[in-house]
């Protein structure tokens, strides 16, 4: 089966650094990506890791490891904003189609 | 692009009633994607087509969902009969490459 685990919920104060980990066992695997969703929003795309390393999209950074399973995306200079649920997905295939989500880590930021 | 459009934002039906789910992706996208979000099961992808056609609906959870794709600017998602524990929100959601775009989703309450 799929499986992707990340933390259900981080709280720090604006202008902290916050790190949501998301380790995955998935059948295959073609990339990691990133989604933010605020309630009642529609998930909104930040990042995708196909190679392992560091990707930086301003205050966003994201980091995947092939070889560990695993990726973490890096909230840098936090804002009340930045509050919103994070989604990691595995992208099963070759062609962008099939996204594995986790359950999505919620970032309370607070004053 | 006004994004990917979808309707009704809300919808309200009795147990047993047909629903209808309507999608318009983004213009140019050759992916789309519908998704089911409820608390207990996160994003779930429920089917995806590539260029209008069906790839993969192993994640459409019963004979009484069904969805279709007649071209490339409209998709339906059916569900008939409908039953309460289908209430959630539904998204659907195109791509052309790594990002995927979703819409603002049908929440759907049966009753």
């Known amino acids: 089966g799929q499986s992707l685990e990340q933390p259900s919920e981080v709280t720090a104060v604006e202008g902290a650094i916050v790190q949501i980990n998301c380790t995955y066992q998935?059948?295959?695997?073609?990339?990691l990506s990133w989604y933010q969703q605020h309630d009642g929003g529609a998930p909104t795309f930040l990042s995708y890791n196909a190679l392992d390393g560091l990707e930086e999209t301003g205050r966003f950074s994201s980091f995947l490891s092939r070889s560990d399973s695993y990726g973490y995306l890096l909230l840098q200079e936090l804002q009340m904003k930045d509050s919103a649920s994070y989604f990691c997905a595995v992208g099963l295939t070759d062609s962008w189609g099939k996204f594995q989500f986790g359950a999505g880590t919620q970032v309370v930021v607070t004053p | 692009d006004a994004g990917v459009i979808q309707s009704p934002r809300h919808e309200v039906t009795e147990m047993g009633q047909e629903v209808t789910l309507r999608c318009k992706p983004i213009?140019?996208?050759?992916?789309l994607f519908w998704y089911r979000q409820t608390m207990m099961r996160g994003l779930e992808l429920l089917i995806y087509f590539n260029n209008n056609v069906p790839i993969d609906d192993s994640g459409m959870p019963e004979d009484r969902f069904s969805a279709k794709m007649p071209n490339a600017s409209f998709s339906t998602l059916k569900i008939q009969p409908s039953e309460p524990r289908d209430s959630a929100v539904y998204f659907c959601?195109?791509?052309?490459?790594?990002?995927?775009?979703f819409g603002q989703g049908t929440r759907l309450t049966v009753v």
């Open positions: 213009s140019g996208h050759n992916s």
């Open positions: 959601a195109s791509s052309l490459s790594r990002e995927a775009f």
């Open positions: 998935t059948s295959g695997f073609y990339g």
